[in-house]
Nanobody
Framework: QVQLVESGGGLVQPGGSLRLSCAASGSISRLSTMGWYRQVPGYQREFVARITSVGSTNYADSVKGRFTISRDNAKNPVYLQMNNLKPEDTAVYYC??????????WGKGTLVTVSS
């Protein structure tokens, strides 16, 4: 089992920055790709960014050039640096981890609110 805990969310003005963290615990040796998704109430959860076990990254078009995903060591923790935030970035942000045995794990989310 793997547990994921997100932190770093909060209220920020448009144009501001936040850094989200995702800390994994438990059987983390099998974790491969980790990523961030976000969800607005009433809408589907959408992909934001991912980073593979070898450090390759992918981003949604809506956040390219503004968000950066990274990790301190091989798997834990994973960060999402969010710059030039816009009101449309307001959502609950979830951390996701894929395991080598086919399991998928989700955190409980952290709320990001971008508002003046």
């Amino acid at each position: 089992q793997v547990q994921l805990v997100e932190s770093g969310g909060g209220l920020v003005q448009p144009g501001g920055s936040l850094r989200l963290s995702c800390a994994a615990s438990g059987s983390i040796s099998r974790l491969s790709t980790m990523g961030w998704y976000r969800q607005v109430p009433g809408y589907q959860r959408e992909f934001v960014a991912r980073i593979t076990s070898v450090g390759s990254t992918n981003y949604a078009d809506s956040v390219k050039g503004r968000f950066t995903i990274s990790r301190d060591n091989a798997k834990n923790p994973v960060y999402l640096q969010m710059n030039n935030l816009k009101p449309e970035d307001t959502a609950v942000y979830y951390c996701k981890a894929d395991s080598g045995d086919g399991m998928v794990y989700w955190g409980k989310g952290t709320l990001v609110t971008v508002s003046s």
